[in-house]
């Protein structure tokens, strides 16, 4: 058994029911778990001593959505967007075929890469979708590859209907030769509901074939309107509905009365120009809200959670403690796991360590690399 204490906290932020923060804190870790934590004067002795010097120490934050395996970029769409063009789901079919073209050495070494960018700016676990192939084959190679990243895997074979197939019979192909190649290498089945992607029945066909295979379903939502998908994953018990920009009354109760969360991608708004989702009416009634970087070439190439909590405050009416509690805990429950996001005895010791002395920091000043060190 070897143990770590993190000692000389400024704050310590645990999620603990009981204690959520502790001023003057200490932490200790015993082979990769959260052993104890309390105040520096009651500290344990341990092997190695980590300082942290004042800082302020953080659950690691748990990235719920994004889509990771893919070649090339979309920058001239973004400034297209920027210039004032509306934002479509078409361009993802650009994406496909940049993907299908390049090597499974250059796949995993760019997804490989924006995992690494992820976790030097606090991101512990992510989740990694594919979507970007749109063949059996293709599909397939992808989320073989997103295992070797992250145990948690999406197979997105919904994203968009590729070009030069029926859509009747890409849906049967969903449901049938490619869920058969990617269940074995996925956690979950996720599927783009969405004007110019799929409908309404045609993503309960794919999520339900999904969940007879034993992968737990997620679901793209409301994102450019108003959509009933957002009560067709609560109705199916999703883990999780995604944008959640456009919702109707009945969908904010739905969520509210449920187990699925609602994952906010503001990095998907702020690179589009749509509006933003508001969290404050998901919050106030009751509904479990996580936030996410949708990391992707198209929509919103970032993988910065910091990023994403900042705007969230600024635009989304959060305030800092909800902000970072999505982040980390509204993560977690998006991925159905209760050993991350919190730092409570025997969670998983995925920790950041702040440089600044309050996690109040990560809104108030944005854009600065404020991550001293990830556990």
């Known amino acids: 058994m070897t143990t770590t204490l993190v000692d000389g906290i400024g704050l310590l932020v645990t999620h603990d029911e009981e204690r959520p923060e502790v001023e003057g804190a200490?932490?200790?870790?015993?082979?990769?778990?959260?052993?104890?934590?309390?105040?520096?004067?009651?500290?344990?002795?341990?092997?190695?001593?980590?300082?942290?010097?004042?800082?302020?120490?953080?659950?690691?934050f748990v990235d719920s959505h994004a889509h990771l395996v893919f070649a090339g970029d979309r920058a001239d769409e973004f400034e297209a967007r920027m210039s004032g063009r509306r934002?479509?789901?078409?361009?993802?079919?650009?994406?496909?075929?940049l993907t299908r073209a390049a090597s499974d050495e250059d796949l995993l070494a760019n997804a490989a890469r924006l995992v690494a960018e992820a976790r030097a700016q606090g991101t512990t676990t992510i989740e990694i979708k594919s979507g970007y192939g749109l063949s059996v084959d293709d599909e397939a190679r992808a989320v073989r590859l997103a295992a070797q990243l992250t145990s948690e895997v999406t197979f997105l074979g919904a994203h968009v209907v590729p070009d030069g197939i029926d859509r009747d019979d890409y849906v049967d192909l969903v449901c049938g030769p490619m869920l058969d190649a990617c269940a074995p290498h996925s956690r979950w089945i996720d599927v783009f509901c969405e004007s110019g992607a799929f409908t309404v029945a045609e993503s309960r066909r794919i999520l339900e074939a999904g969940l007879a295979r034993g992968l737990g379903a997620r679901i793209h939502a409301a994102q450019l309107g108003e959509s009933d998908g957002v009560l067709l994953a609560v109705e199916l018990g999703a883990a999780s509905v995604d944008h959640c920009t456009f919702l109707s009354d009945a969908d904010v109760d739905a969520l509210a009365g449920s187990r699925t969360v609602a994952?906010?991608?503001?990095?998907?708004?702020?690179?589009?120009?749509?509006?933003?989702?508001?969290?404050?009416?998901?919050?106030?009634?009751?509904?479990?809200v996580a936030l996410a970087s949708d990391c992707n070439p198209g929509s919103s190439y970032t993988t910065s959670l910091p990023f994403c909590i900042a705007v969230a405050v600024r635009e989304m009416g959060m305030t800092p403690a909800e902000a970072l509690r999505a982040a980390t805990l509204g993560g977690a429950a998006a991925l159905r796991r209760d050993d991350i996001g919190h730092l409570r005895i025997g969670a998983r010791a995925d920790a950041v360590l702040l440089d600044a002395p309050t996690y109040v920091h990560l809104a108030y000043r944005p854009g600065v690399p404020l991550v001293r060190r990830v556990l």
């Open 263 to 288: 994952t906010l991608l503001p990095g998907a708004e702020f690179s589009t120009r749509q509006p933003y989702p508001d969290a404050r009416r998901l919050i106030d009634a009751g509904a479990t």
């Open 26 to 60: 200490a932490l200790l870790i015993e082979d990769g778990r959260v052993a104890w934590w309390g105040e520096s004067a009651a500290a344990p002795a341990a092997d190695t001593r980590i300082d942290a010097e004042g800082g302020c120490v953080i659950p690691g």
């Open 87 to 97: 934002y479509e789901a078409g361009g993802i079919r650009r994406t496909v075929r």
